[in-house]
């Protein structure tokens, strides 16, 4: 019978799938060797220890859930209001955008108790934040209102992956739609 080979990729999923349903504390080499079915020694033939691990996650997290994000959007050459409309609407894009949110979440709490993953966080936060406001910058806002505007986004699109979650998704995109509307409509009326 052949050894089962798991790739650093297969332990860092399996990581993000402890943390996102059972939060840090429970993403242990162990437990996850247990929940693959493999011995510890394939764990250590790709980390050097658990904080190895630990920061590989908060990586992937960091590629995934925001420079993928980032370069697909930049790769489709659509133009800003349409990007702001996908980004304000991407916690509703069904169960792989629900376990990101998950996992969003628990890097969050995570980063609230650990100075490295609160680093992570804070640099996220800030590539976000300052994308968002490029975006309201290229639709006619000034810099300290596209700041201002990007920040209220951003803060609306991390929480709409908590407030609201049993409304149809039609109607929660109707109302991102909608709140985008009144902040790019605004921009002739303030920015003039």
Known sequence: ????????????????????TGGIELVRVDRLAKKLNITRGSFYYHF????????????????????AV???????????????VRLMVLPLQGAKSAEAAYIEISIRAWGRRNEVAKRVVDEVDRYRVGFLADLFV??????????????????????????????????????AERILNMLVEDVVETDT
């Open 70 to 84: 980032v370069k697909d959007l930049k790769d489709k050459s659509i133009e800003s209001k349409e990007q702001l």
């Open 138 to 175: 290229d639709l006619g806002h000034n810099r300290p209102r596209a700041n201002d505007l990007a920040y209220l986004v951003y803060s609306y699109i991390i929480s709409t992956s908590l407030v609201d979650v049993s409304s149809p998704k039609s109607v929660r995109q109707e109302r």
């Open 48 to 67: 050097a220890s658990r904080e190895d691990l630990l920061e590989s996650m908060l990586e992937t997290w960091r590629v995934r859930a925001t420079e």
């Open 1 to 20: 019978m052949e050894a089962k080979r798991l790739s650093r990729a297969d332990w860092i999923n399996a990581a993000m799938k402890v943390l996102s």
